[in-house]
C-alpha cells in the first residue's frame, strides 16, 4: 500500500481532464453537459473506444498518483458527462427519442424521456471499479449521479408525481451502489448538484430520494453538491441554498465548494457529524493556485470543522480543464494540503 495521509488526505471530485485525442473538447465546451449519449464527441472509432478509454483512465490514475493524491478516481474518463453513462443504460428510459427539460441555468437541453418503470438492468460501473481497483493500490472512489438530479434531468412521460420517479432511480442507484462496493471501492459518491440548484424541490422529495439510495449501504458514502461547472455556469452565489439538510441524511461525507465563491465556512458548522470533503481549486480560472493559496482556503475552513473532518479536494469535477492546468493544480493541492498539515503537527 502506497504512503497515504491520513490527516487532510487529498482526492478529485471526481473527473480530470480527459485527452484531445480521445474526446473533442471543443465541442464538449460549446455545450452543456450531455444528459443523453454524445457519441459524437469521441475522437476514436467505435471499435477501439473501449481500449482508448482504458488507456486514458491509466493516465488519469497515474497523474493523479504521480501528482501525489491519496484517494484514486478513474477520472471518469469513459463518461461524456458525469451523468448520462449511468442514466441512459436504464430500463425505462427511451433514449432513442429523447425529452426536453430545463438546465439549472434555465436553457432548454436534450435529455432522457421516461416512458416506464425505471430499473436497473444491470451493472453500469462495475468494470470501471475493478479496472481502477486493479491499477492503484491507494483508496479508491466512484461516483455516481443521485436520484434527485437525474430525475430532475429527465422528462417525465410515465409517473404520476417525479417524486415517485426519484424512489426509482434510489432503487437504481441502491443496487449499483452495492456492487461497486463490492467491486473494490473504498467511498462512493454520489452527485447531487440539482438539489443546489432546485433548494426547494431537493426538500419535499430530494432528500428522501438520497436516502433511499443509501437504505442499507455500509461502506463510506459521500454526497457532492455545487453550484454547476465553472466553465458554464459563471455566477456563483454567495452561499448554500441546501446544505445543513444533509446532517439528518446517512451520508458520511459531504463534497462542496469553498474556492471560487470565496464560501463563508461558517455554514460547515451545521454538519458537525459528517466528513467534508473542502473544495479549494477554483476551476474558472486556468490560473494555477500556490501551495500557500491553498493552504489559506484550508485554513479559513479550520475554525468551523476540525481538520480530522477534512479531505482536500477542488471544487468540482477537473473535466473542462486542459491537462497541463489539470495536473498542475492538482499538484498545488496537495502542496497545499501538506503546509497546513505540518503546522498541524506543530
Known amino acids: ?91 425505462g428510459v427511451d433514449i432513442d427519442n429523447p425529452g426536453t427539460a430545463l438546465d439549472r441555468s434555465g436553457h432548454p437541453n436534450p435529455v432522457p424521456r421516461v416512458t416506464g418503470k425505471i430499473r436497473r438492468m444491470h451493472p453500469v460501473e462495475v468494470r470501471d471499479t475493478e479496472f481502477l481497483r486493479a491499477n492503484t493500490d491507494r483508496r479508491i472512489k466512484m461516483t455516481i449521479p443521485g436520484p ?28 449499483e451502489i452495492r456492487d461497486l462496493f463490492a467491486a473494490g471501492a473504498d467511498i462512493v459518491q454520489i452527485d447531487e448538484p440539482y438539489m443546489q440548484a432546485r433548494a426547494e424541490t431537493a426538500r419535499e422529495y430530494g432528500l428522501d430520494a438520497l436516502n433511499a439510495a443509501l ?49 463563508d465556512c461558517k455554514i460547515l458548522e451545521t454538519l458537525p457529524d459528517k466528513r467534508i470533503i473542502l473544495g479549494v481549486l477554483d476551476l474558472s480560472t486556468n490560473e494555477i493556485e500556490t501551495p500557500e493559496e491553498v493552504a489559506a482556503r484550508i485554513r479559513r475552513a479550520l475554525p468551523h470543522v476540525s481538520a480530522e473532518r477534512i479531505v482536500v479536494a477542488p471544487d468540482c469535477g477537473l473535466k473542462y480543464l486542459t491537462r497541463d492546468v489539470a495536473y498542475n493544480k492538482m499538484v498545488a493541492m496537495v502542496e497545499g494540503a501538506a503546509i497546513v498539515r505540518k503546522e498541524l503537527a506543530g
Open 1 to 91: 500500500m502506497a504512503n497515504v495521509n491520513t490527516l487532510l488526505p487529498t482526492s478529485l471530485v471526481g473527473s480530470y481532464a480527459q485527452p484531445d485525442w480521445l474526446l473533442d473538447k471543443a465541442n464538449l465546451r460549446g455545450r452543456f453537459p450531455p444528459r443523453v449519449r454524445a457519441l459524437e464527441i469521441w475522437r476514436v472509432a467505435p471499435e477501439f473506444l473501449e481500449e482508448a478509454q482504458d488507456d486514458a483512465t491509466l493516465i488519469a490514475i497515474r497523474d493523479q498518483e504521480r501528482a501525489g493524491l491519496d484517494i484514486i478516481t478513474d477520472g471518469e474518463t469513459r463518461r461524456e458527462s458525469y451523468s448520462n453513462r449511468f442514466a441512459t443504460a436504464l430500463e
Open 148 to 175: 434527485f438530479t437525474m430525475s430532475q434531468q429527465a422528462q417525465n412521460d410515465y409517473y404520476d408525481s417525479p417524486a415517485e420517479m426519484a424512489m426509482d432511480y434510489a432503487k437504481a442507484v441502491n443496487e
Open 215 to 263: 437504505d442499507g449501504i455500509t461502506g463510506e458514502t459521500a454526497v457532492h453538491i455545487c453550484f454547476g461547472y465553472a466553465a458554464i455556469i459563471h455566477e456563483r452565489p454567495e452561499g448554500y441554498s441546501f446544505l445543513p439538510e444533509f446532517a439528518k441524511s446517512p451520508v458520511q461525507d459531504v463534497s462542496i465548494e469553498t474556492a471560487q465563491s470565496n464560501l
